[in-house]
Every structure is written in C-alpha cells, then in structure tokens.
C-alpha cells in the first residue's frame, strides 16, 4: 500500500503564473477529494470526484482553479493566473466507496506565490 | 453550514499528564465525527471516529464520545507521551455532499519530560 502521493510537494511561483499539481490516490480508492490548508488553519474543503466525475465544488473554487480526475485514477488541480493569496498547502485525499469512510491524506503541495 | 469549534493551543502539558481538547459542532442531521492528527514533518492521519450519538471511538489510548445533546466530541487520553506532541484536528462529514470534511481550526499539543 503507497498511501495517497502528490507532486510537487513545494512549488514557488510567480503571480500570475499558472500552475498544475498532481494527486494519487490509493488506487481502489473511488472518491478523490481536495483540500486547501493556510497556516494556522484546519483544512477547507475545494472539490471532490466520486470516479471520474466532479460531483461538488466549494465556493473557494473561483473560475481559476480547475480540477480534473481523467478515467478515475490520478486528479490534477490547476490555478491560472495565480495570486499572492493562493499561497497555502494543497492537500488531497481519496476513500473508498459511499458512507462516513476514512479519508486517506497526501502530504500536501505547498504552493509559495511570490 | 456545517462548522466545528475546537479550543485553542497550544496546550503545553507534563508527560502522564491527562489530556483533554473541546470540540464542539454545528450541523444539519446527525453528522459523523472525527479526529485528526498531524505529527511534525507528516501528513494528517485519522485517530479515531463515531458516526452515531453515544458512539465511542478510541485508538492509541485517545478517546472520544458523540455527545448529540451538547454536540459535542471532546478528544481525552488519561496519560500523554512525549510523543504525543502534534496538531489535533477535529472534523464533521455531514449526510450527503459526498462526505466531505469540514475541519475544526486544530490545537496544537505539546508534551514535555
């Protein structure tokens, strides 16, 4: 079992840049969610996949983050045009199935907006 | 919407000492309830979890009680380690939505020899 993995685990980048992060899940998992974490903060919710369809999205997720889970295996998160206020710790977490399960966490991106 | 409350830290205590962290929530329905765990240097791990009121969930010596009539799911272990030192997340999944969480501003424990 490789447990959930993302890349890169830390991105520096310039405003306005666009960047693109990358999650896999464990790999039966079906549900695959999204998360942001600023410093001091508990995670909030940003979107989550059940396969390969988007089934929500939090008002977090302005029109320039997108979010894609090709064929229901890994999901990539995209921010365009990033601003300074984007910077936080992107993390992502798959489960297995419907219900209260356990959601499995990555490490994280921690994505720096200089 | 759903939102969870969780005392402040950090919480700074002796080794053996007894250890309690305040979580209160707010939901619709009979949410399931979670605690987190964050170890320096690792990524968030679940410690333990009651999906219905009067559910106790317990791992690692830690427990917690889901309290429907004061909503509440205070985390409690009768002797902390050194090694117990990490950020305590609590968190709710509300009915539907996809179970996803909603997370309590976590509380930082520090344990000391």
């Known amino acids: 079992d490789t447990g959930v993995s993302q890349n890169p685990r830390h991105k520096i980048t310039k405003r306005g840049q666009n960047v693109t992060f990358r999650c896999d899940p464990i790999?039966?998992?079906?549900?695959l969610y999204w998360y942001r974490q600023t410093l001091g903060q508990g995670p909030e919710f940003l979107t989550y996949?059940?396969?390969?369809?988007?089934?929500?999205k939090s008002r977090l997720l302005s029109d320039r983050f997108s979010a894609e889970r090709p064929k229901g295996s890994f999901s990539t998160l995209e921010i365009q045009r990033t601003e300074q206020g984007d910077s936080a710790m992107y993390l992502c977490?798959?489960?297995?199935?419907?219900?209260?399960?356990?959601?499995?966490f990555g490490p994280g991106t921690r994505l720096t907006v200089t | 919407g759903d939102s969870v409350t969780q005392m402040e830290g950090p919480v700074t205590l002796s080794e053996e000492a007894f250890l309690t962290i305040n979580c209160t929530y707010t939901?619709?329905?009979?949410?399931?309830l979670f605690w987190y765990v964050q170890y320096p240097g690792e990524g968030l791990q679940l410690l333990l979890k009651?999906?219905?009121?009067?559910d106790k969930g317990s791992n690692k010596g830690f427990e917690a009680t889901y309290r429907k009539e004061t909503t509440s799911f205070h985390l409690e272990k009768g002797s902390v380690q050194v090694s117990d030192s990490a950020v305590y997340f609590c968190?709710?999944?509300?009915?539907?939505?996809?179970?996803?969480?909603?997370f309590g501003t976590g509380t930082q424990l520090k344990v000391e020899l």
């Open positions: 009651a999906t219905k009121a009067d």
């Open positions: 977490a798959s489960s297995l199935g419907q219900g209260p399960h356990e959601q499995y």
């Open positions: 939901a619709t329905g009979y949410p399931s």
């Open positions: 968190a709710l999944s509300g009915k539907g939505g996809g179970n996803k969480l909603t």
């Open positions: 790999s039966e998992h079906n549900r």
């Open positions: 996949f059940q396969n390969e369809a988007q089934l929500e």
